[in-house]
């Protein structure tokens, strides 16, 4: 258990669908991130939050829409998705933002296939 | 452009030692992060190394020269729980991290 909490833990959806992803962090930390991991390919990064603003946006297709309510809750909604998007989506937390050596703590994840 | 090099898989035996190398090349370094991955779950925190040096912890060890652009995460008398992907990670000069695309490791009996 590392204080980081996803939901679902595995989704299938068409593509015409709409779908949100569920992060909870338990840890008092002020960073929140989504990352996309595919296989045999880097974590990358879609969206970072410090303290419920959103600091970064690497270029996610519109199709992904964060939300970030307070700072122990991250969605990820999911709307006319692509079969290239099935992945394994990642949310993390940090104590902070932009400090050396700040550790992420990791959620299990959502297996996402889209047919 | 930043990148992280480490192999694909490697194998190894119970009860012996396997070193996984981290190659890098990135706009500035703050610092290097191992994670240990288990299919189907969080990656976690294993190691962080700013200086040269070797850092134990335990039955893990990680090793860093900033010079050579390189790190190696050293795993002792190997268990069976081992066997997961390992991720390296280097922290550059905009505090971005730059993700290895991880090394799976196996372990047989």
């Known amino acids: 258990e590392t204080g980081v909490t996803q939901t679902p833990r595995h989704l299938v959806m068409g593509m015409t669908n709409k779908k949100s992803l569920k992060c909870e962090q338990h840890?008092?930390?002020?960073?929140m991130y989504w990352y996309k991991q595919s296989a045999k390919k880097p974590l990358e990064l879609m969206f970072v939050y410090s303290l419920e603003e959103r600091v970064e946006n690497n270029s996610v297709p519109s199709r992904f829409s964060p939300e970030c309510p307070n700072s122990s809750h991250l969605f990820l909604h999911l709307h006319t998705l692509q079969p290239e998007d099935s992945a394994l989506y990642l949310c993390a937390s940090s104590h902070d933002l932009d400090s050396t050596g700040e550790k992420l703590f990791f959620g299990s994840g959502t297996q996402l296939s889209v047919l | 452009g930043q990148n992280i090099d480490q192999p694909t898989e490697m194998t190894a035996t119970e009860g012996a030692i396997v070193q996984i190398n981290c190659t890098y090349q990135t706009s500035g370094f703050n610092g290097l992060f191992w994670y240990q991955q288990h299919a189907g779950e969080a990656p976690t925190f294993l190691s962080y190394?700013?200086l040269d040096g070797l850092e134990e912890k335990g039955r893990f060890s990680s090793f860093l020269s900033r010079s050579k652009g390189y790190s190696y995460l050293l795993l002792k008398e190997l268990q069976m729980k081992d066997s997961a992907s390992y991720l390296c990670a280097v922290m550059d000069s905009n505090y971005q991290l730059i993700w290895g695309a991880g090394t799976k490791l196996i372990i047989k009996p």
């Open positions: 840890l008092g930390h002020n960073a």
């Open positions: 190394n700013v």
